[in-house]
């Protein structure tokens, strides 16, 4: 099996999304294709034109430093997508790798088991690896099992929650390049993404511009069927010696209306929990 041309492709995707004015050319009347010509971004970057056109073929893999931040600078990148840049020119070849399970540190199932918040606990996969459940009432998708990335793409319950996800999600799928770095040969990876192109039209399209930007925490509102209108703050916290595990944990705003509606969602959750099963026999 031909080993991924990861590096050209990022390459020439990036080159696709520079608008050459940007790049202080004047260009007149109008192109066929979008971006950047290879052989402008080689002038650019002080490169021959053939080098580049290799570069992005995959017939030279291992481009000095000094040539990828020219690159860099020239297809506008910043610190985050630079650094990617740079580890896509010394991935590891692909190898064959044998699925395993990950485990959450017991300390942090604890944890879990007290915080009075929702949280969960992902994988750099976005696997939803332990959740507490004040987190799987805010949303059923957030339970161990389910991959949020599928969630958000596949699942239209998880889509009415969050009222207008179109105009965010892009920045959770290069958060998830991001999380992922250069460690593109997993079989898992190939087999989600394949997943969401064959179901999401704008994940396929997401997911063609190569966008990286780092795990980060964030404002997030959400349209919980029981409680109304939430205003809640994300937070990622690094698990550590967990290969790149993150503690997620949804908070409001001390005395908001949010916070009292998080109040009635735990005690909700909570009478759910005390709700005596009843036999299946009659």
Do not use: C
């Not at 992902?122 to 949020?148: C, K, Y």
């Not at 192109?197 to 919980?224: C, I, N, Y």
């Not at 990622?236 to 109040?263: C, F, N, W």
Request: hydrophobic letters at 40%; charged letters at 25%; proline letters at 7%.
């Amino acid at each position: 099996m031909p080993r991924p041309n990861t590096l050209g492709e990022y390459l020439r995707a990036r080159r696709e999304l520079v608008d050459p004015a940007d790049a202080g050319l004047n260009v007149a009347g109008v192109r066929r294709t979008p971006g950047l010509r290879r052989e402008e971004v080689a002038t650019l970057a002080g490169i021959s034109a053939d080098y580049y056109l290799r570069l992005e073929q995959g017939r030279d893999r291992n481009p000095s430093s000094q040539v990828l931040e020219a690159l860099a600078r020239v297809l506008g990148l910043d610190a985050t997508a630079t650094q990617y840049l740079l580890g896509l020119s010394a991935a590891r070849p692909s190898r064959t790798r044998r699925p395993r399970r990950e485990v959450v540190p017991t300390g942090i199932g604890q944890l879990l088991d007290v915080l009075e918040l929702p949280a969960f606990v992902e994988s750099r996969m976005f696997d939803v690896l332990a959740a507490n459940r004040l987190a799987t009432a805010l949303s059923p998708g957030i339970r161990p099992g389910e991959n949020r990335l599928r969630s958000m793409f596949l699942d239209p319950a998880e889509q009415d929650l969050h009222p207008g996800w179109e105009q965010y999600i892009g920045g959770m799928v290069a958060a998830f390049r991001g999380s992922l770095g250069t460690d593109v040969d997993d079989p898992r990876l190939a087999q989600l993404v394949g997943e969401l192109s064959l179901g999401s039209e704008l994940f396929r399209q997401l997911w063609a511009r190569h966008d990286v930007k780092p795990l980060a925490g964030g404002l997030t509102r959400m349209h919980h069927p029981e409680v109304g209108m939430l205003e809640l703050r994300r937070e990622k916290l690094p698990i550590g010696d967990s290969d790149g595990q993150l503690l997620v944990i949804y908070h409001a705003e001390p005395g908001s209306e949010t916070a009292s509606s998080l109040g009635l969602l735990g005690s909700l959750a909570a009478d759910v929990l005390r709700e005596p099963r009843t036999s299946s026999r009659g």
